[in-house]
């Protein structure tokens, strides 16, 4: 993940690449990068039905191959048309990874320390987007089709490495010792899931808009200089990458996972309120910063590992691939919201909006904590 992540950048330089290469209007730019969100969803879904069926092994294998060689092939795509038939199917595979690597994850892990698992995944791919960038932010300054080749070579060669390191007969060798008899349970089927997913939504479209609109708000609203905001979007991912798996290992099995997402959920409610308070300085931004990082790592962690615990070897990808899918959906819409309210009611109701929204989200969660204590059993629909 960490190799396949440090490759990640053509979809952050997307939107730059559309208008300054290839002479997009910035309408179709924005279509072109909902067409990646659009792929994320219908791959996210199929890659949860596949994993179950032929296994995390060969979907993750499969998918990075494949994804890889299109990566190669869309920087050689220059019309709209043909770029956007290429994105949809480009983020289609490299979306049905993420229920296949999170079923891996679960695989490899016991129930005492599947919460650390995921937290460790997270460094992984904090790491990775953080060389990703700086990495593509150079390539890009001498020649924007090196992205393309660098993006797909680095998920070829996760691919190569998973086969090399981790065979499959070390896979098959486990998997036969799994017990046979559990019961295939939907999560379509599993209502205390449907509500976390729902529940969950809200509080990943207010996590996705602040990574969005972080960086545009302080410019326009505060006027910090772009260094600055520099430093405060690598402040995010280094106390993530230093603190995050401290934080987790002293939390782990403590409490019950909900009420940590109920915790962190309502810290990142806190950090969204105090953006309409504290004045426009640089204390007050760092400080704002540091509350909804935690919030991050308090509840994403815990927010993967109860989906996980609900899940069981014949169901996991389908869980996984509701989970992702819930993410890509909050990815399409926190920006229109975004868009929305700003030009309706400036920054200020935006922030008392996702502050409301994180309120809900956590007053949710506590609920189905205080409805549903043990993990292990679903409520199923008739």
Not at 59 to 78: E, P, S
Not at 209 to 234: D, Q
Request: a positive charge; aromatic letters at 14%; proline letters at 3%.
């Amino acid at each position: 993940m960490l190799i396949n992540r440090s490759g990640t950048m053509v979809v952050a330089f997307m939107s730059v690449y559309c208008v300054h290469q290839l002479h997009f209007t910035l309408e179709q730019a924005g279509m072109i990068m909902m067409l990646f969100g659009v792929g994320s969803i219908v791959g996210g879904f199929l890659g949860g039905l596949l994993t179950d069926r032929i296994g995390f092994y060969d979907l993750q294998v499969g998918a990075l191959i494949t994804g890889g060689l299109l990566f190669i092939v869309l920087g050689f795509q220059h019309t709209f048309l043909t770029v956007g038939v290429g994105a949809v199917v480009l983020s289609l595979f490299n979306e049905s990874v993420r229920p296949a690597n999170s079923s891996a994850i679960a695989h490899y892990s016991s129930p005492e320390n599947k919460t650390r698992s995921v937290s460790l995944n997270r460094l992984a791919i904090n790491i990775g987007w953080a060389v990703g960038g700086a990495l593509g932010g150079f390539l890009a300054s001498i020649n924007y089709h090196l992205l393309f080749w660098v993006d797909g070579a680095t998920n070829i060669l996760a691919a190569i490495l998973l086969l090399i390191l981790m065979p499959k007969a070390a896979i098959v060798k486990t998997m036969k010792k799994r017990d046979k008899t559990v019961v295939k349970l939907s999560p379509y089927r599993d209502v205390p899931y449907l509500l976390f997913i729902l529940l969950g939504l809200f509080f990943f479209i207010c996590f996705y808009e602040f990574m969005i609109i972080e960086p545009a708000f302080y410019k326009l609203s505060w006027h910090f200089s772009e260094r600055f905001i520099g430093f405060l979007l690598a402040l995010n991912g280094l106390l993530i990458a230093f603190v995050e798996m401290v934080l987790i290992h002293n939390l782990e099995g403590k409490k019950h996972k909900l009420i940590y997402i109920c915790l962190g959920i309502l810290l990142g409610a806190l950090g969204f309120i105090l953006l309409n308070f504290v004045p426009p300085t640089a204390t007050a931004a760092i400080v704002v910063v540091v509350i909804i990082t935690f919030s991050e790592m308090l509840s994403m962690p815990f927010l993967n590992s109860f989906w996980i615990s609900r899940s069981n070897e014949h169901n996991r990808g389908q869980y996984a691939a509701l989970y992702s899918m819930s993410w890509s959906f909050a990815q399409i819409v926190a920006p229109l919201i975004g868009g929305i309210v700003v030009a309706r009611g400036g920054f200020t109701m935006l922030w008392w909006l996702f502050g409301a929204m994180s309120l809900f989200s956590a007053a949710g969660f506590f609920i189905l904590f205080k409805n549903n204590h043990r993990d292990t059993i679903a409520t199923v629909l008739p």
